[in-house]
């Protein structure tokens, strides 16, 4: 079993829709969490980062952690089409400067 | 701050040459980082650079794979007689020590390695 789990999708909606993402993982000692967009041939881009249980909000999109739960999601609102890309969930225990990713779940936001 | 730069942006060989990429790290970033992504997969960490001194390498990074940060500044992966299984996107991104513990990292754009 992998540390990180994420569905891979397709994931199809169409524009204006709310999206939602989400990743579980098993190891407890995960602390630190991060969503990386990456578009088609480019490098992950930092979205969200958050630290320990709680939610944070950046515009249209809210991270929430239920370390309780070991469940993280990602929430897009309004979605639009620039929105279509792949998102990495990512985590890492403190101290550790490894990161752990999800597979990744590619979206595609339908005009 | 031009981000994390990565070179070249795709390399081809054949089986059995060397390869070599080059990364330079967003200036102020002290922590260096290699990971690789296959298709349809998320990035798995190779090794990590605290200025200077490799820290830390994951078992994926066999000894055919070698890196280095002279100076603390650019880092180069290379990778020795290549297999057909190397074929991947390598990764680089650095973080800053300034920040807490576990300061985010920023990512390039990559180089794609295609082994025939």
């Known amino acids: 079993q992998k540390e990180v789990e994420q569905d891979p999708g397709p994931l199809s909606v169409p524009e204006g829709a709310i999206v939602s993402l989400n990743c579980t993982y098993s190891n407890s000692a995960f602390q630190y969490f991060m969503w990386y967009r990456q578009y088609s041939r480019k490098g992950p881009e930092l979205l969200m980062y958050?630290?320990?249980?709680g939610n944070k909000e950046d515009g249209r999109f809210t991270a929430q952690v239920d370390k309780s739960s070991k469940y993280i999601s990602l929430f897009i609102r309004d979605s639009q089409p620039s929105d279509s890309a792949t998102y990495l969930c990512?985590?890492?225990?403190?101290?550790?400067?490894?990161?752990?990713f999800g597979q990744g779940t590619r979206l595609t936001i339908n005009p | 701050d031009t981000g994390v730069s990565q070179n070249p942006r795709h390399k081809i060989t054949k089986r059995g040459q060397n390869v070599t990429f080059r990364c330079d790290p967003i200036s102020e970033h002290n922590r260096l980082y290699w990971y690789r992504q296959t298709l349809g997969q998320g990035p798995e960490f190779l090794t990590y650079?605290?200025?200077?001194?490799?820290?830390?390498k994951s078992r994926l990074l066999s000894d055919r794979f070698s890196a280095e940060r002279p100076k603390g500044s650019f880092s180069t992966l290379e990778i020795q007689r290549t297999e057909q299984g190397d074929s991947a996107m390598y990764l680089c991104a650095s973080s800053s020590l300034s920040g807490p513990d576990n300061s985010p990292l920023h990512f390039g754009n990559g180089t794609r390695l295609t082994v025939t």
């Open positions: 650079f605290q200025n200077e001194a490799q820290l830390e």
């Open positions: 990512a985590m890492s225990a403190r101290g550790a400067q490894k990161l752990v």
């Open positions: 958050t630290y320990s249980s």
